[in-house]
């Protein structure tokens, strides 16, 4: 049977994408960039909706890459410690978030993890709930943060997000408002999606695609920033020592401090 990996709801007024994908924690692995990608596609092809959303679901956003997805990626014939290429979708995908010429809007409802946290991070508008909690913890398993870290330092500037790499802390809601990581935080998200509903229908999406372009242009992250980030990616993902790690993680749930 295909595994389901999103839920998109079509209303009047906007798309919901879902991440579909409960047993793992919402991660997502290359099948669910793909098939977000041709949401898009479709969303792009129309005059409308204006807004598009992007959730979780059963209480958790996102969990980053589907870490047990690329171990058994590697067990299958052919498979091993090559780079897969999700680094690659992955950063086109946020590049793509913040250039589509409709207003994104992340609503958080739980954790935001490593990878999971640039979908937010590449909004246009994040909301958040008083339950969200966000961090990045690449470096428990000798990863660097380095694509979704692009996007982090867009939205919080520098130290804000070098302390979320370096400390791995999980921080809650409020303080990820200080930080800018996400808008608003609110009990309630519905109530604002209907007032950005309503100001995203009065805007053409060539004129929502040409503010991106142009802040963008005038922003943090370029070509050249975002290839190292993805070589830097591949490079530890075909690190030895970051695939015992991994491996530790997902078949024993074991961290590297507590290995024998």
Known sequence: MTETTLLVRDDADRVTVTFDRPGRGNAFNMRLLAELNAVLDRIEAESRPRLVVIEGRDGVFCKGLDLQDL????????????PDHSARLYIETLRRLTLFPRLVVAVVDG?????????????????????????????????????VGLYVLRRTGFQAAYRLALTTELIAAPEALSLGLVDQVTETPEEVLRRLSVKAGRLAPAT??????????????????????????DRLMADARV??????????????????
């Open 71 to 82: 171990l058994e990626a590697g067990d299958r014939p052919g498979g091993g410690p090559e």
């Open 243 to 260: 695939r015992e790690a991994i491996t530790d993680y997902v078949r024993y749930q074991r961290f590297p401090w507590n290995r024998p």
């Open 111 to 147: 954790a935001a993890i490593a990878g999971g946290l640039g979908f937010v991070a590449a909004s246009d508008v994040a909301v958040a709930t008083p339950r969200s909690q966000f961090s990045l913890p690449e470096a428990v398993w000798g990863l660097v943060p380095a694509c």
């Open 208 to 233: 929502v695609g040409d503010i991106k372009r142009y802040f963008r242009a005038i922003g943090t992250i370029d070509p050249e920033r975002e290839e190292r980030a993805v070589m830097e990616t």
